[in-house]
């Protein structure tokens, strides 16, 4: 018999760090689903944040994210479109020559107030 896996579930919250590599400072910060934040020149728009129970022998959380990168001008290029996962951050990362991204966690919340109450 083969054993059983639980289903993802889905959160309202990613949380990410950045790496600035001019600076080498990182940043961590929680972002809602479907929110767009800005770190340095890069929007990121997370769609869908989900973790496994811990026995879960799976890729355990992963976040399916959008990635902009704004230019000068104020134009914006889609770099980034694709799952990431906080197990293997080096599994799909956002190719950029001065941030670095990855997922740390999903939570079900965040002391950051909703977009929509800011």
């Given amino acids: 018999m083969a054993p059983v ?12 760090a950045g790496l600035d590599k001019i600076t080498g400072r ?7 689903i479907d929110e767009t934040v800005l770190f340095g ?3 990121l728009t997370p769609r869908a944040c989900y973790d496994r129970p811990s026995s879960d022998t799976l890729q355990r959380t992963s976040a399916f994210l959008e990635v902009d990168q ?13 799952w990431m996962f906080a197990d293997s951050p080096a599994l799909n990362a956002v190719d950029h ?7 740390i966690e999903c ?3 965040t002391n ?3 977009p929509d109450q800011r």
Avoid: C, H
């Avoid at 896996?5 to 990410?16: D, I």
């Avoid at 990182?26 to 809602?32: A, E, G, L, P």
């Fill in 5 to 16: 896996q639980a289903q993802p579930m889905a959160n309202p919250v990613a949380t990410f």
């Fill in 26 to 32: 990182i940043t961590r910060f929680d972002v809602y």
């Fill in 41 to 43: 020149a890069l929007e």
């Fill in 70 to 82: 704004r230019s000068l001008d104020g134009t914006t290029e889609r770099i980034f479109t694709g």
């Fill in 97 to 103: 020559a001065v941030y670095d991204v990855w997922l």
């Fill in 107 to 109: 939570k079900t919340s």
């Fill in 112 to 114: 950051v107030p909703p």
